[in-house]
């Protein structure tokens, strides 16, 4: 077992990632190179990223052109009906209710009162994260938020003990939309990834097709880039 894994992951704790991609053979490529993944068949339209030969993230090809192009945060939980009922209780709405994958697990996608879109990951097979914190593998979900008091309210309590229990680590913070992104800029999570040099890392996306959203800048977690890759999904690089 990888240094960094935890073959269970508490409720509230971001257990996966994946990018919701029109062509998974080029992002295979962008991120194959700017993170060193090699790639696996997974299930259905997925495909697994690895690092080192453990389990990082999943590239999903869309099966309709009027998705976005996104990457989603996955919070762990061992009950995803149960977890949705309180979500939607609390004022979240349900974008899809929970669905097993397989064998893998039961996923569900929600969002927060103000939009912001995450999903939930009940684990059977696939615990989720092999490898993070360390280069090229997730480090870290900043929550983007219009009100963050009201932020703070509904994850506090949604996922007190990941967030504020006596064995907390968490791997989620939040900011105003306004801090990083135009205020018309819809509520959102922005995944980050490890990476050793933020400005050689930079380079790397602007080589291979991407572009830079948010150069370098300085949070309480550390140095922060914001990009999209050569499809247009946004996420982060993070420097600590």
């Not at 994958?101 to 615990?127: C, I, K, M, N």
């Amino acid at each position: 077992m990888a240094e960094n894994r935890a073959s269970v992951y508490a409720e509230g704790v971001p257990c996966w990632v994946d990018a919701q991609l029109p062509d998974v053979e080029a992002g295979k490529r962008f991120y194959g190179e700017l993170f060193g993944w090699t790639f696996e068949d997974w299930s259905g339209p997925s495909t697994r990223a690895l690092k080192d030969g453990e389990p990082v993230a999943a590239l999903v090809r869309k099966t309709d052109g009027r998705l976005p192009t996104v990457w989603t945060v996955y919070f762990s939980t061992p009950d995803a009906r149960a977890l949705v009922r309180r979500i939607h209780a609390a004022g979240g709405q349900v974008v899809q209710s929970p669905v097993p994958v397989a064998e893998l697990g039961v996923t569900a996608l929600v969002t927060d009162p103000e939009g912001a879109v995450f999903a939930l990951w009940q684990p059977r097979e696939h615990p989720g994260f092999g490898r993070r914190h360390e280069p090229g593998t997730f480090a870290w979900a900043e929550l983007y938020a219009r009100d963050t008091e009201a932020a703070n309210g509904f994850f506090g309590d949604l996922f007190r003990e990941a967030l504020f229990g006596p064995e907390a680590e968490p791997d989620v913070g939040r900011a105003p939309v306004s801090d990083v992104f135009p205020a018309e800029m819809p509520p959102h999570f922005l995944v980050h990834f490890a990476v050793e040099d933020v400005p050689a890392a930079l380079e790397e996306v602007t080589r291979l097709g991407g572009r830079v959203q948010a150069p370098p800048f300085t949070t309480s977690y550390g140095t922060v880039a914001v990009v999209t890759d050569d499809q247009g999904a946004s996420f982060a690089l993070l420097r600590r």
